[in-house]
């Protein structure tokens, strides 16, 4: 398995607050993405990352944003949360010199509440 | 912009019965990858199989094959003596040649029965 760590894996929080979800990979891979699961929508890409302070927008980008400042982490920030945003978020990560572009590898994934 | 369409939202199969599951999708892109992801309920999302647009032959891996009908822009999997460790969401994907960025349908959960 890759080595993708998501942290918190559960969280509850209020509407209004700020909330940051981490991933941690291990494996040196040159992508990292952001995606949200809700139910009748499969998984939507937030934001993804093709190296250190390169990033871009995905599907369904607002309301959040992203940094990754090191190749291993990738920081999912929700400004201001909303109960729109509660939801499953999975990283992904893809891209390193022993494993191929096409295939990502997904994380624990984590699930945030939103009251 | 590239969709991926799956039309069944929930299937049933019978222990070591052959289920199929049906996605469809439109690009006007002639390099891309398809996938099929399982999510069982543990979450995890696991990669079942892949298939490159400009292979012609199946992707076959063990009791997973998928029918690629290009023209018609069809990836339907099929899952032959079906187990219990089946049973999941079934997510098809589609990742545009060029790009990393992947397109998943809405998702087809399998129950199997014994």
């Known amino acids: 398995d890759a080595g993708i760590t998501q942290s918190p894996r559960h969280k509850v929080t209020e509407t209004g607050t700020p909330v940051t979800l981490r991933c941690h990979q291990t494996e040196n891979h040159r992508y990292m993405y952001w995606y949200r699961q809700d139910p009748g929508h499969g998984l939507r890409l937030i934001h993804y990352s093709y190296g250190v302070k390169d990033t871009d927008k995905g599907e369904v980008s607002d309301g959040y944003s992203v940094s990754r400042s090191k190749t291993e982490d990738f920081l999912l920030t929700l400004e201001s949360a909303t109960s729109s945003q509660t939801s499953v978020y999975f990283c992904?990560?893809?891209?390193?010199?022993?494993?191929?572009?096409?295939?990502?590898?997904f994380g624990p994934g984590t699930r945030l509440t939103v009251t | 912009a590239q969709t991926v369409t799956q039309s069944q939202p929930e299937m049933s199969v019978q222990e070591a019965e052959t289920v199929t599951l049906s996605c469809t999708y439109d690009?006007?892109?002639?390099?891309?990858?398809l996938f099929w992801y399982k999510q069982p309920p543990s979450r995890q999302m696991i990669l079942v199989i892949r298939?490159?647009?400009?292979?012609?032959q199946n992707a076959t891996e063990n009791r997973f094959s998928v029918n690629f009908q290009k023209a018609a822009k069809s990836f339907s999997l099929k899952i032959s003596d079906s187990q219990l460790g089946d049973a999941a969401m079934y997510f098809c994907?589609?990742?545009?040649?060029?790009?990393?960025?992947?397109?998943f349908g809405t998702g087809t959960r399998l129950q199997v029965f014994p």
């Open positions: 298939q490159e647009a400009y292979k012609q």
């Open positions: 690009t006007s892109e002639s390099d891309y990858y």
């Open positions: 994907a589609y990742r545009r040649g060029n790009t990393d960025k992947l397109i």
């Open positions: 992904a990560i893809s891209e390193s010199e022993i494993a191929p572009s096409y295939e990502q590898y």
